[in-house]
């Protein structure tokens, strides 16, 4: 019950959290550009619309959800730590524990939220623009529990964060960092890697595997079919192959159980 009444809390704070409203724009608006414009080529191709729909909004995934998580998480400590309300809470018959997977359950359902109005307006349009016909929206559904996976591991770690910093000033800084290298320079580090190597025994043993850790690679692999995507079959298809589903699944799904472990060890410490 008290996880519950934590969670309620958050959730009452996010109504009134910009990140919140912003999330929800950016996921509907992406979402909905991505939709109208990509499907062009699928009448010609052949494909399934959704399908390719799909691919483009798993390409916004992989920068926009670890985004919103570490969004909704950098103050979740650090800020009730300078309103003096953290001190307060942890007076209360509460568990840190508790109070950590509150705050993760109501942040995750806005997440969840998000994707599903992001995935909803897909879905929506694609059918309003193709009909139904013999779609397939397993691809869809994956994509949306992937995206909740993604988003808990950033969740956690920005609670870490919070925890570590305990000033919203330093954390926001901090998570963009770790946005920007997970999301963008993890990728061009192995790409630089993988030319340098020239296809020797980085490319063909280490790479498959550093690819799978990053938890943002695990989920552009499960959710971008290499027939969809022709130009990366020969190259993150490949690599995802090496390490087979299995990997991806396990790095996806540990990331968020590491995360809120780091997360409830660093809250641990905090005095208020």
């Given at each position: 019950m008290s996880i519950l009444a934590i969670a309620r809390l958050e959730l009452l704070i996010a109504r009134r959290n910009m990140w919140v409203a912003t999330s929800l724009i950016l996921m509907g608006l992406f979402s909905s550009v991505l939709t109208l414009a990509g499907g062009a080529p699928t009448g010609t191709l052949g494909v399934d619309p959704l399908l390719v729909a799909t691919t483009s909004i798993t390409t916004l995934s992989v920068y926009l959800i670890p985004l919103i998580g570490?969004?909704?998480?950098?103050?979740?400590?650090?800020?009730?730590?300078?309103r003096g309300t953290l001190a307060l809470s942890l007076t209360y018959p509460v568990s840190r524990g508790e109070i950590l997977v509150g705050k993760f359950l109501a942040h995750?359902?806005?997440?969840?939220?998000?994707?599903?109005?992001?995935?909803?307006?897909?879905?929506?349009?694609?059918?309003w623009k193709y009909g139904a016909?013999?779609?397939?929206?397993?691809?869809?559904?994956?994509?949306?529990?992937?995206?909740?996976?993604?988003?808990a591991a950033f969740l956690g770690i920005g609670y870490t964060v919070s925890a570590l910093t305990r000033q919203t000033g330093v954390a926001s800084g901090i998570v963009i960092i770790i946005w920007l290298v997970c999301v963008v320079l993890y990728d061009l580090g192995l790409l630089g890697a993988l030319v340098a190597d020239?296809?020797?025994?980085?490319?063909?043993?280490?790479?498959?595997?550093?690819?799978?850790?990053?938890?943002?690679?695990?989920?552009?692999?499960i959710n971008m079919p290499a027939e969809t995507v022709s130009t990366l079959s020969s190259g993150i298809g490949a690599a995802g192959g090496a390490s087979g589903l299995a990997g991806q699944l396990a790095s996806l799904l540990l990331w968020p159980l590491l995360a809120l472990f780091f997360a409830w060890g660093a809250l641990r410490r905090v005095e208020p």
């Open positions: 570490l969004l909704l998480s950098f103050d979740a400590i650090a800020g009730e730590a300078e995750l359902a806005v997440l969840a939220f998000a994707v599903a109005v992001g995935l909803g307006l897909t879905a929506a349009l694609t059918i016909g013999d779609m397939s929206f397993a691809p869809l559904v994956r994509l949306f529990f992937t995206s909740l996976a993604l988003g020239g296809g020797g025994f980085f490319t063909k043993t280490v790479f498959p595997w550093l690819l799978v850790a990053n938890p943002a690679d695990a989920f552009r692999l």
